[in-house]
């Protein structure tokens, strides 16, 4: 029987150097998509596929982080005093529980593999999440529950993947097939940003659910592509050692909302799926559009 996954490790050290200056001052992972910042889509998604440990691998600078996830009573009691019920719930459901999360310093940026690393202390011998804030998946279920329902069947380690066009394949982790079941795909390998001949056009993005053997792979602090710890050449090495990896066609629409204009359209989609929100934006950008197409 597949052990069930209850902790996740989100990697987010980085400075977030894209979308400067607006990063110089305040995390890239509270930067808001409509009203919420990126971190908080990434929780929601966690705690609906019934992640109940949170660890964070941080570096200087991310206090705005920590923070957000505290309780803020000052706020509350003014907001349970003014009557403003809805702002309050929309309030509690940033806050964390004591114990629940847990933060971890990543001293040098040496790649998504070293930061994963850094946290092995509190994974121990469990199956267990990894989860990139710049990739957002709008999909119902939440794309990281898909993946923890289908590696309850499958066992082994998972990848969340998706079809991109083959000259794009040189910026993503690319699977080699072995065997194509559908919405699953079982690996015969992973190459990291391939720059020529890509095994196939299945990336993977931001979603992991990993065997606790990957940081045993870790542990070999091995440098990969761009000189850093890559976590794809750690999951290729389960494959290489005859254990299983399966990519998982997920359901949903994913952004980058590492880039700008990732994050762009994040905003609209995000912002056009609001009920509060849908008809105003929609009218707004159909006038954008019809100005535009008239000055042409």
Known sequence: MTRKVTKAIFPVAGLGTRFLPATKSIPKEIMTLVDR?????????????????????????????????????????????TGKKDLLEVLRQTNMES?????????????????????????HDEPFAVVLTDDVVMGEPPCLQQMIEAHAETG????A????????????????????????????????????????????????????????????LKEGAGGEIQLTDAIADEIAEGRDVFGLRFRGQRYDCGSKAGFLQATVAFGLARDDLKDEFAEYLHDIMAMRKAAE
């Open 161 to 220: 993947t998706m079809e991109v066009p083959l000259e794009k394949t040189k910026s993503y982790g690319i699977l080699d097939v072995a065997e194509d079941m559908g919405a699953i795909v079982r690996a015969r390998g992973m190459v990291e940003k391939p720059k020529e001949n890509p095994p196939s056009n299945l990336a993977v993005i931001g979603r992991y659910v990993l065997a606790p053997t990957v940081l045993q792979n870790l542990n070999k």
């Open 156 to 159: 082994g380690s998972m990848v």
């Open 99 to 123: 114990g629940a999360i847990a933060y971890i310093r990543q001293h040098k940026a040496m790649g998504l593999g070293h930061a994963v690393w850094c946290a092995r202390r509190l994974i």
């Open 37 to 81: 910042p990126l971190i908080q889509y990434a929780i929601d998604e966690a705690r609906a596929a019934g992640i109940t440990e949170f660890i964070f691998v941080t570096s200087r600078g991310k206090g705005a982080l920590e923070d957000y996830f505290d309780h803020s009573h000052e706020l509350e009691n003014h907001l349970r005093k």
